[in-house]
């Protein structure tokens, strides 16, 4: 951050120019005369300048502290001043406007808004009502209060939102500017198009309201930084849902749940109250620490009218299917065309900003009437919340949802004897009928393959390249009946929490039904998912956390160096049995030889 300074004629910085102007016209003499005088004469000066300088930037760096302090990194410590920080935190939560004298095809004033990611990353979204004609061909910048700029490359759309984002690195220059400061979108990096000052703080990812979903009965509340600890929650009553902009007599609701990075409130009554929300569309909603009186930053909006139930709706799926994913292109026709054709009638894919050809390859699967719909999920190490929010999404649609990993595939051992083609309703086969007390959740056991003596990924898929797996069983994937799922919509990936006054478990025996993951494949594949986890709540391969756990790979470390012996690593067991299974179901003969159906 830089401040004004004014200087005086006796300021140090100046000394050399304060001299009389006759003294100028004789310095060649006087430098020829008394040469050791005058230099000990500008030595002084500039020592004197450079005590000045160091002055003024400890004083900036004191001011920085200062404002360092409104980030807290424990929410639970008290606070200095509480007054203060809510004040600033405030400041966060308002409708800001960068202007810009031209960005492309923005013009005008650009209601954009922007978050301070992991890596130095700035998301900047911009809002529906300043859509861009073409923002991927678009050349924009991010240009930053001190005239540093960087690149701003499209991500996404985002779905409930329709705001566009665009990604930027933080410059290097910034970074040592704290608070950090939001940027303006430009196409220009004219000084015409600078930033107004003081150009407003910017949020940062691990203290935020990031994505909101409204049902008829309540609203639900995506938030970095409250519950940070697997199993620790705090209870709802320490926090009300706060609806419109606080200077404006915003309305606030109580939370009814609490859990994970997932928050449930009531709908406000917009109309009980004269302000000019009332009739918006668009309104910004966040979540309030109540004995701090803390709003949380946020990006999150309220649709009244996204509360209204479908005036037709359609018939549900029976079985539908959720993952997150991130560069899954070369796997995705494999994953969906298998479980397509044994009974999942939809897939949502929530797609954490892949930057390979995979929205190319979902197109033409829906082009081969295949259901399936991407869901642009810009947020890192999200998937519980993803899985959270696809729970309430797909309620709509679909009565079962699975939740699996596309390098994972259900069958059941059963169908090797007695199918000799695919069926519908083979996975609908495994679902419980009637029981009393009702099952909500049907557990499925894993079984890890290993490489296989494979050293990149195989044409013909995964499960025709990898055979040997290891011999015990490794957790389990679920299907779950989403009216089961309880309240909080709590989940650990594998499974989620069930209404248990009512519902009941079921655990499926590995001779009834497998589950073959693919986990550790040839090298080159499996370096990509080590330095991408996306779940919340599992520490990274990279840090050295918890090494012992489940999540992490025998024989490796923290650093994605290939270990000896790896494409022989994890094989136990050689077993074939999916293997020989799909051959059989779409194996067909090409002008190449024999290929499989996902061969393109």
């Known amino acids: 951050m830089s401040f004004p300074i004014k200087k005086s004629p006796s300021s140090p910085s100046l000394c050399l120019l304060s001299f009389p102007l006759s003294f100028s016209s004789s310095l060649s003499e006087t430098m020829r005369r008394k040469a050791p005088t005058t230099l000990l004469l500008v030595f002084f000066c500039v020592l004197l300048s450079a005590f000045y300088s160091l002055h003024l930037s400890r004083d900036a760096i004191s001011h920085s502290l200062t404002e360092l302090r409104f980030y807290p990194k424990n929410l639970t410590a008290s606070l200095k001043d509480p007054g203060s920080y809510n004040h600033v935190i405030r400041e966060e939560i308002k409708e800001l406007t960068h202007r810009t004298r ?36 678009e050349s924009l910048y991010c240009l930053f209060p001190n005239g540093e700029a960087s690149p701003a490359n499209f991500s996404g759309v985002l779905p409930f939102s329709n705001a566009t984002a665009f990604k930027c690195i933080l410059p290097k220059g910034n970074r040592r500017r704290q608070p950090f400061h939001r940027p303006v979108l430009t196409s220009s990096l004219e000084k015409e198009s600078a930033v107004i000052t003081p150009a407003p703080v ?49 309305v606030r609701t109580p939370v009814t749940s609490s859990m994970q990075e997932v928050f449930r409130c009531q709908h406000p009554n917009l109309t009980a109250v004269n302000i000019p929300i009332a009739t918006a569309e668009r309104i910004k909603v966040s979540l309030e620490i109540n004995r701090q ?35 899954v292109a070369k796997f995705l026709r494999e994953w969906v065309m298998y479980h397509s054709k044994i009974g999942v009638d939809k897939f949502f894919i929530y797609d954490n900003e892949s930057d390979d050809d995979l929205k190319r390859v979902i197109k033409e699967l829906n082009e081969e009437d295949y259901n399936i719909e991407r869901i642009f999920w810009v947020w890192p190490k999200t998937q519980e919340a993803g899985f959270s929010h696809s729970a309430v999404y797909g309620k709509d649609s679909c009565t079962w949802m699975m939740y699996v990993d ?195």
Not at 116 to 133: H, I, Q, R
Not at 411 to 428: G, R, T, V
């Open 202 to 250: 910017m949020p940062r990812w691990g203290f935020l309201v990031y994505e909101s979903f409204s049902t008829e009965t309540d609203v639900i509340l995506f938030v970095k930084g409250v519950n940070n600890r697997q199993g620790i929650n705090r209870p709802p009553e320490e926090f009300s849902c706060v609806f419109g902009d606080e200077e404006n007599s915003a």
């Open 293 to 327: 009186k803390v709003v949380i930053p946020s990006v999150a909006y309220y649709s009244p009218s996204s509360r209204r139930t479908p005036a037709n709706p359609k018939p549900k799926s029976l079985l539908c299917a959720t993952t997150m994913v991130y560069n």
């Open 406 to 600: 596309v390098d994972e595939f259900i069958f059941s051992p059963s169908w090797l004897k007695n199918s000799s083609q695919p069926s519908k309703a083979m996975l609908p086969s495994l679902l419980p009928s009637s029981t009393n007390p009702p099952i909500g959740q049907v557990s499925i056991k894993c079984n890890d393959f290993g490489p296989s003596e494979q050293k990149e990924h195989p044409a013909e898929g995964v499960i025709q390249g990898y055979n040997c797996r290891r011999r015990v069983e490794q957790r389990h994937k679920s299907i779950v009946l989403l009216d089961a799922i309880d309240y909080s919509l709590l989940n650990v990936i594998h499974h989620f929490g069930l209404n248990n006054s009512y519902y009941s478990w079921q655990d499926l025996p590995l001779d009834v039904a497998a589950l073959n993951h693919y986990k550790y494949q040839a090298w080159p594949e499996f370096m990509t998912k080590f330095r991408r986890r996306v779940s919340a709540f599992v520490a990274d391969w990279r840090t050295g956390v918890n090494p012992n756990s489940k999540d992490r790979t025998p024989g490796l470390g923290f650093q994605p160096i290939k270990p000896e012996n790896w494409e022989n690593m994890f094989c136990d067991v050689k077993d074939e049995r999916l293997k020989l299974l799909t051959q059989r179901w779409f194996t067909s003969q090409t002008p190449e030889g024999l290929k499989m159906a996902w061969q393109r």
């Open 102 to 137: 031209r960005v492309s095809s923005i013009q005008g004033p650009v209601d954009s808004v922007s978050v301070l990611l992991p890596n130095w990353e700035v998301l900047v979204l911009v809002s529906a009502g300043n859509p861009l004609t073409s923002p991927s061909e």
